[in-house]
Each structure stands twice: as C-alpha cells, then as structure tokens.
DNA sequence: TCAGTGATTAGG
DNA sequence: CTAATCACTGAG
C-alpha cells in the first residue's frame, strides 16, 4: 500500500487492546504502521491520523534509549506496561509522543515521527495538541487519545534512528526507524 | 551550517 | 545550587 492512501485514509476501526503493545518493541514498532491515531479536539471533535514513521527504543542496553542509564521520574512509565504514552520535551520547544511497550519491568518505547502527510515528531505533537499532560495516559482507555486497527497492513522500509549521535556507532546504525 | 529554548539530570 | 545535555525545527 502506498503512502499517499494511508494519508487520505484514516477509516474507522476497532480499538487495540492491552495484548497488542505488551509485546516486544521490535514487533510492536512496524504494526503501528497504518494504524490510526485519533486525538480528542478542544470543540470535541476528533483528529484521525493514520501512522507512518515511527522508532524503536529498547531496554537499557540500548545507548540510545532514555531508559539505559536506569529508571528516573521521567522514564518511570517506560518501566510500566505497554500501552501508556512517554512524553518529554526536548530542547525546550518540542514535545515527544511515544508508546511504551512490552510487560512491566522492560523499559520500551516507540517514538512517533510522522503522521499522515505530517513529518516531525515535534510538528505532529503541534498539531495534535499533545503536552506534558498526557504523559501516563493509558491508550487502552483513555477518552481522549486512542489507537485504532483499520486492517490496513502497509509495505514499509527501515533505517537507522535519527539524532542519537551520543549512542555509540552500534546503537546508531540498528534499523530500528521504520516508515512506509 | 546554527540558534532558539527550558526541563531534566548528575554532581558539588 | 550549577551546568551540560538534548529521540528537533526552520531560517540562511
């Protein structure tokens, strides 16, 4: 499936469940492709984006990966189970949407890089509207911010992560970003 | 290429 | 308390 439809596309679908996210990163991260996000307005209603560009961050052997140098109050939620928003802002400016994975006591998460014909994690948290206050949030049943699985299974390739220079040549080069 | 901008973190 | 760092963006 091309890039192009997934944009216009942002159909109606079911909500996923617990099961989805409580497994391994490096499963969870390319199914989120297609998936669709959909993020409660101030006037009630919705924004339906569909997602296509998203990053692995796996454990605390991972350089790159908030987690590695142990728990914080900040990475405390990577900690919980899969399911629950992470966000953080960086460099003063940009907040970071991300899906914490895997059981309790694995520390992942999937950072959130484009939605719809929108590329940026910081822009798309713009847009969304997302902050600080949705740090925590359960997408298995919040009222305001969910995922939903409309079937749509697209071709997507890999990469290695972006803006993680201070990882070490290993943890910069693993294909771990994946976009359609 | 490089500045903007402020929470988070480790360290004294 | 201080100071360095930073999963980015847009302007030149």
């Not at 999937?110 to 206050?133: A, E, M, Q, Y």
Request: net charge positive; hydrophobic share 35%.
């Amino acid at each position: 499936m091309k890039t192009e439809s997934l944009i216009e596309i942002a159909k109606p679908g079911q909500r996923i469940s617990r099961e989805f996210y409580t497994r391994d990163v490096l499963e969870v991260a390319p199914d989120l492709l297609g998936k669709v996000l959909v993020v409660k307005n101030n006037d009630q209603s919705y924004y339906r984006y569909s997602l296509t560009e998203v990053e692995a961050y796996r454990g605390t052997e991972d350089k790159a990966c908030h987690a590695s140098k142990g728990k914080t109050l900040r990475t405390s939620i990577m900690f919980e189970e899969g399911g629950h928003l992470y966000i953080y802002l960086i460099y003063g400016m940009y907040w970071m949407l991300n899906i914490v994975t895997g059981p309790i006591g694995e520390p992942q998460a999937v950072l959130i890089r484009g939605i719809g014909d929108i590329c940026g994690p910081g822009k798309l948290t713009k847009k969304l509207g997302i902050n600080k206050l949705f740090y925590g949030e359960d997408l298995v049943t919040s009222e305001r911010i969910w995922l939903e699985d409309t079937g749509i299974k697209p071709g997507y390739k890999t990469g290695p992560r972006v803006g993680i220079e201070y990882a070490g040549a290993h943890w910069k080069s693993v294909p771990w970003r994946y976009f359609c």
